[in-house]
């Protein structure tokens, strides 16, 4: 049996399901391998498909009618919490359950943790195995510290970064059907408003365009015409939303939203840490800064030293004319 169990809501999209496959890949060989838990009302047959091509080496498909139209991290826990003991992989003591990487898969991890009496590990930088334990890196004072955490019994749970899977495995791995029939709890009742806001989410953004410190309130509606014009959506850093420029909402950084866009334009920030771990190291960051020395021209593929009083006119000129 695999030594390494991923854990997929299939509510949480394609997004979380490549993410997760990604750190499973990366933690495959010292694991001897690793096997895939698709959980929701349905499982598509893409999904299975592609957990196939990233390497699984066993399937498992696990239905919950009462899981239908919801991405509730509750009703999650409760259902997976019901699976897991019926794997085989698990109980024969699995060191480690991998589960999407942001903040719903970090509840997910706690939930399970104290359901299953395992380890809540939630969001980490790093794990590797250390003969029997589990040796786990986690961020500390906003990005500047790392700790180490040791997990010598388990279940641990945790999530991980790791980019984006390769899906070129060529076995067929073994597929398993588990329909769950247990009492799920109570979803919780959500209240949506209409919020205003004109341009999608961060949360699967293809491009954002980002402001920082250096930009004020006609810095952001230019930013916010530029996101439009170019079928992207708008961020922003932690002064920016500090100084009322950018909704909460829309807060890239450590202590916001990860994004990992294919670009990712940023518009006066200087390139802090915190707000670096807020992108994906697979995105491509453009930047435009007045400061020469700003850092966050030490991990740009493309730097333009200028005020954006004077590029982002220019640039929306020219795809007015395009």
Not at 269 to 276: C, E
């Amino acid at each position: 049996m695999s030594a390494l169990l991923a854990v997929i809501p299939q509510a949480w999209g394609d997004e979380a399901l490549d993410a997760t496959l990604a750190a499973a890949q990366g933690l495959a060989d010292e694991h001897g391998g690793f096997s895939v838990l698709l959980l929701g009302a349905e499982v598509p047959v893409e999904a299975r498909q592609r957990a196939a091509q990233a390497g699984a080496r066993q399937v498992w498909k696990v239905t919950h009618a009462g899981l239908a139209g919801s991405d509730d991290p509750l009703l999650m826990a409760a259902a997976a919490a019901e699976a897991l003991p019926a794997l085989p992989a698990f109980a024969a003591g699995v060191p480690l359950v991998l589960l999407p990487p942001g903040p719903l898969g970090e509840e997910l991890a706690a939930r399970l943790a104290a359901s299953l009496r395992g380890r809540a590990l939630g969001r980490c930088l790093a794990l590797r195995r250390d003969g029997t334990a589990l040796v786990a890196e986690r961020a500390a004072w906003g990005g500047r510290m790392r700790v180490s955490l040791r997990v010598t019994t388990g279940p641990a749970f945790a999530c991980l970064r790791a980019g984006r899977p390769s899906l070129t495995a060529q076995g067929e791995p073994a597929l398993h059907s588990l329909e769950l029939r247990g009492t799920l709890p109570t979803a919780l009742h959500l209240d949506i408003r209409d919020s205003a806001q004109r341009l999608p989410p961060l949360d699967g953004a293809r491009l954002v365009v980002s402001g920082g410190r250096g930009v004020n309130e006609h810095g952001f509606a230019l930013l916010e015409e530029l996101a439009v014009a170019l079928g992207g959506t708008l961020g922003g850093s932690l002064p920016a939303v500090d100084a009322g420029m950018v909704p909460v909402m829309r807060q890239v950084g450590v202590s916001g939203k990860f994004v990992s866009p294919q670009v990712y334009l940023a518009v006066g920030i200087s390139g802090t840490p915190q707000h670096l771990a807020g992108i994906s190291t697979d995105s491509q960051i453009l930047a435009i800064n007045k400061d020469a020395s700003a850092d966050i021209f030490k991990v740009a593929s493309l730097g333009v030293v200028a005020a954006w009083e004077e590029v982002l006119p220019a640039l929306l000129a020219e795809l007015q004319q395009a």
